[in-house]
């Protein structure tokens, strides 16, 4: 039994010593610790030993097997230790180190240059007025001196909506102006008025350098007392210079808009080409930059406006044309291309 028990504990002390993992302890548990391990069998044995063996054997074979459990236990103990600091290396995270840098994008240049025209017509007293994108044919065209067989609806064909509008509104289509949105503020809020209208509208028509199917205006309203169109000279002089922060050469011919009279457009020298002639200007040294006029009297009916008391001036320019000008921006398309090393440089 001695000779059995030291020859045991040699064996599970080296067992205990190669452990390098917690499989390893648990094959070790089985073998020698648990209810049929070795050491239980041992305790077995002893039963079978005489009275007089049996104390001595008895004692030898209790200290050998706290001898050993307390081996086990000092390296299970350690395997753990071992095993949660390679855990915790795993996880470690250096809070110090520099976060991976976030790209914010920044605002588009037609909002850019919207921003700035907002700024410059609210400091002259207009206040800004949006309206539906998704219009009634009633609002986009009849409203406007432009009834269904008017020839005029030829100079802005649209996109219709497959879904019926109101019966007594017409059809819905995706609209080609800005102007709807006067006749909407006339409705809601009367004379005087002096607003502008920045939207995005929208026409059924092939693209150049110069146009595009969708695009971005800025209408203007003004309505009051003794209104002339020496007043829209003024606000437009007034306007560009702040915004080019020099003087732009500008034009006015007349100009058709059924809901105008006497209508005008206004052009701006191509600032790309200073007038010699490029893609953008056609090669006119002129862009056409804005349709204006005297808001007819059929609008101010429509819009619920005393004629005899009020009248005032419209205008509607091209917001998109104006980001080309100022930035010398030769394509429209550039603009909606959503290429970043494009859009980057603003
Ligand atoms: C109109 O849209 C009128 N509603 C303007 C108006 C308002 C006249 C109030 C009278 C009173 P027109 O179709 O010309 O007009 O468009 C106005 C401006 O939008 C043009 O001068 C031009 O700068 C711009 N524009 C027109 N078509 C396009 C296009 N396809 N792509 C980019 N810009 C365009």
Redesign the pocket.
Known sequence: MQEKLSHLRTEVESAIKSVKSSADLEVIQNKYFSRKGEIALMMQELGKLSPEEKPKAGQLLNETKKHLEALFEEKSQKIRADGMAAELEKEWVDVTAPGIPYKAGHVHPISQVQYEVEEIFSSMGFSIEDGPEVESEYYNFESLNIPASHPARD??DTFFVDKEGDSELGRLVLRT?T?PVQMRTMQTKGAPLRIIVPGRVF?N?ATDA???AT?Y?V?GLLIDENISLAHLKGVMQEFLSKLFKKNVLVRFRPGY?P??EP?LEMDFACLICNQKGCRVCKQSGWV??????MVHPNVLKAGKIDSKKYQGW?????L??LVMMKYGITD?RLLFGADTRFLNQF
């Open positions: 100079m802005q102006q102007s026409r028509e110069s146009h595009d695009f205006q209408e808009f809901f105008v209508g056409e930059f804005m349709g204006a006029g419209a205008f509607g320019f091209g998109t044309r429209i």
